[in-house]
């Protein structure tokens, strides 16, 4: 103990973290190999010299494995870090002790990054320059009765934003530009799209800093946030103020008064204190040997299995409990609805690195009580080759289906034999979570992300366009199925311009017209650019911003993505809970629940390596509900095709991705009847038809 403003006494080892009681602060932190433990307190975020430096009692301030003290008197407001010292690194024990450097506490719930300096702390420690912690209070939160939407998953209409770029443009017009609180000015606008979830990139502490040193030339910074150290803390950047959790409560609230569900993307795959040359922030100075893997051969080295330097550990039984206290962290505390977990195979990987089907985080998460009723969705994949999309670990677990955004991606550009491919992810991929007892909400179906291409982009380039990040264009993905309609980028062809759009909508309406929850990307619906780059995890720029005058400037192709959303929530044959069968009578009056037919009406030929047409007749699941029909061309060609008889009925076009706005969709009172028994299908052209009563 040491002389300060504070009394000390004992304190207790749980809960883990800065928490206020009655006589004062109780902290406490895990570090099973120190020898000794030192709590530095500060008076303001910035202040380089303590206020009170207290080294911890090995006997009386130890219990198993934490070390714990009770700061009588103290309260929220307080900044504080840890110092540990123990064993040196050496190439068996793993462990990375030392004194000098501030470490962050890793339950810590609110951060302060005046004084870090990423490049200094990798080589040059210095006392008192590390990220650090402000406790806070855990006062009550006036919540006012909130409650989680109540929409069921195949309801769903995921889209996909950043927190900062969605208003930090100067087109945004709000009060606090790229914060949660500039967010909620722009809940009518999400309202007026029709979505019933926003997936928030990540929005706990991340390290701008943590870019590659070309990349830091240049002036740019980690955008995206996909670099966390503070896992129970909201990002600083992000808060209009100096209460950030109650600002993102605020947000929460004002989403759910609003319909609109919060899912979080979250990082539990690797943290910002990178490889072996990284800095030690927190997890490396107090249990590095627990946190990550390392290298058994050497372990002050680490196995990279995500493509950032260094891998969290997820199933040591630390690092598992970790995860799972965050999450049930931010559903109880923050009331946030679902988390989509970014490389999430790497949580399915064992202490030995080797996949593992019974995880134990993964299924702690699933069986936890408090996430009972949360949405969970992986990115079922690793940066080291594990891919498990229709195999990942779970039941309750969705997925991002990467093999749906490929075969979407060929099918629309023109690429020819991938009906049969095609007609299983637009059913709902039966044949990838059908096997393994799951259903159609097990797939999130996607055309585009912020990883890759915008929607624009996807149909204007054929390349990656990254030069701007900084790495010679040689990051981001090489293969992207994209199209550029024979002109790369920008261009005044009327011709182009046009079948470009016809081509944003296909994508669209397929995904839109496709069984399993939807997810979009934030600006796709108003054709935002990234001038083809398709890596701009460093653009905090008008890159990556949201543009709010393209709400104005393509105003037509915004009605079209609200009217397609309206068609999808009308209708519940395109939100079936089950796979569909195909089956006599397995829809409504007699009719098979689906029912694919050729141009000509008869059975599709699968096999056919040239096909280029998908079509497909869905049967109403409820009195009232109008038979479907779509009609997919792909191919360079108009084609004619044969439309199916419903006794009584006749067809209205609702969709035609030709014809140009607002003509392209139409909703029921505006919708023109057909008067022949088939319909002239342009090149490259989604139609969709609706049967109603004569």
């Not at 309202?191 to 019933?196: A, H, M, P, R």
């Amino acid at each position: 103990m040491a002389a300060g403003p504070y009394r000390l006494s004992q304190g207790e080892p749980f809960p883990a973290g800065a928490r206020v009681v009655p006589a004062g602060v109780n902290f406490a932190v895990f570090s099973r190999h120190a020898s000794a433990v030192t709590l530095v307190l500060y008076a303001g975020a910035t202040d380089r010299s303590p206020l009170q430096v207290i080294e911890l009692d090995p006997v009386n301030n130890r219990t198993f494995f934490f070390w714990h003290v009770l700061v009588e008197g103290a309260g929220a407001g307080l900044w504080y870090s840890w110092r540990a010292d123990g064993p040196g690194d050496s190439a068996r024990s793993g462990l990375r002790f030392d004194p000098r450097r501030d470490l962050l506490d890793p339950w810590a719930r609110a951060v302060g990054t005046g004084l870090w300096n990423r490049r200094l702390a990798a080589s040059q420690p210095e006392p008192g320059t590390g990220l650090r912690a402000c406790v806070v209070d855990d006062e009550p939160y006036d919540w006012e009765g909130d409650r989680p939407p109540s929409h069921r998953p195949e309801d769903s209409i995921i889209y996909e934003l950043h927190v900062g770029g969605f208003t930090r443009h100067g087109s945004s017009r709000v009060a606090a530009p790229g914060s949660f609180a500039g967010l909620i000015e722009k809940i009518p606008y999400l309202q007026s799209l029709g979505i019933t979830d926003v997936e928030l990139m990540p929005v706990m502490a991340f390290d701008v800093q943590d870019v590659p040193a070309g990349t830091a030339a240049l002036g740019l910074g980690n955008y995206w946030g996909y670099s966390p150290y503070g896992f129970f803390a909201p990002h600083p950047p992000y808060c209009a103020g100096a209460d950030g959790r109650r600002e993102f409560r605020d947000l929460v609230k004002a989403l759910h008064r609003a319909g609109i569900g919060v899912i979080l993307d979250v990082v539990f795959n690797h943290t910002a204190e990178g490889g072996a040359d990284g800095p030690v922030i927190s997890f490396k100075g107090l249990a590095n040997e627990s946190f990550y893997h390392l290298d058994p051969a050497d372990r002050r080295q680490y196995l990279d299995y995500t493509g950032t330097g260094n891998t969290l550990n997820c199933n040591h039984p630390l690092v598992a409990n970790y995860i799972v206290q965050c999450l049930e962290y931010w559903v109880r505390e923050m009331h946030v609805d679902g988390f989509r977990f970014d490389l999430a195979s790497v949580m399915a990987r064992g202490e030995d690195g080797k996949p593992m089907y019974h995880a134990p985080v993964l299924w702690s998460i699933e069986f936890s009580e408090a996430l009972v009723h949360t949405r969970l969705i992986a990115e079922a994949w690793d940066a080291a080759g594990l891919y498990q999309v229709g195999a990942f670990p779970g039941y309750r677990w969705a997925e991002w289906n990467g093999r749906y955004r490929d075969s979407v991606r060929r099918f629309v550009r023109g690429d020819a034999g991938l009906v049969g491919e095609v007609a299983s992810r637009i059913a709902g991929s039966s044949d990838l979570y059908g096997p393994g007892g799951r259903l159609p909400i097990n797939s999130i179906n996607f055309v585009t992300c912020h990883d890759g291409f915008t929607l624009n982009d996807l149909v204007s380039y054929g390349q990656r366009h990254n030069q701007a990040n900084g790495e010679g264009n040689r990051d981001g993905m090489t293969e992207n199925h994209s199209w550029n309609c024979g002109v790369e980028g920008p261009t005044d062809d009327p011709v182009v311009l046009e079948l470009r759009q016809r081509l944003a909508r296909n994508h669209l309406a397929i995904l839109m017209l496709s069984q399993g929850p939807p997810m979009l990307l934030a600006g796709d619906e108003v054709l935002r650019t990234q001038r083809g780059n398709n890596n701009a995890y460093c653009q905090d720029n008008d890159i990556s911003w949201f543009d709010w005058t393209l709400v104005e400037r393509n105003a037509g192709f915004l009605r079209f993505v609200r009217e397609l959303i309206r068609l999808r929530r009308r209708h519940r044959s395109l939100r079936r809970p089950r796979f569909l069968t195909g089956q006599p009578g397995s829809g409504r009056d007699g009719l098979p629940d689906i029912h694919w037919q050729d141009a000509d009406g008869r059975p599709p030929d699968w096999s056919d390596p040239q096909s280029r047409w998908l079509s497909f007749t869905l049967s109403g699941r409820e009195a009232g509900e109008p038979v479907l029909h779509a009609l997919l061309n792909m191919g360079p060609a108009p084609r004619r095709a044969l439309l199916p008889q419903i006794a009584g009925c006749s067809w209205r076009r609702t969709l035609d991705t030709s014809l140009p706005p607002p003509r392209d969709i139409a909703p029921p009172e505006q919708q023109e009847p057909l008067a022949g028994p088939d319909y002239l299908v342009p090149a490259r052209t989604v139609v969709v038809l609706e049967a109603w009563r004569d």
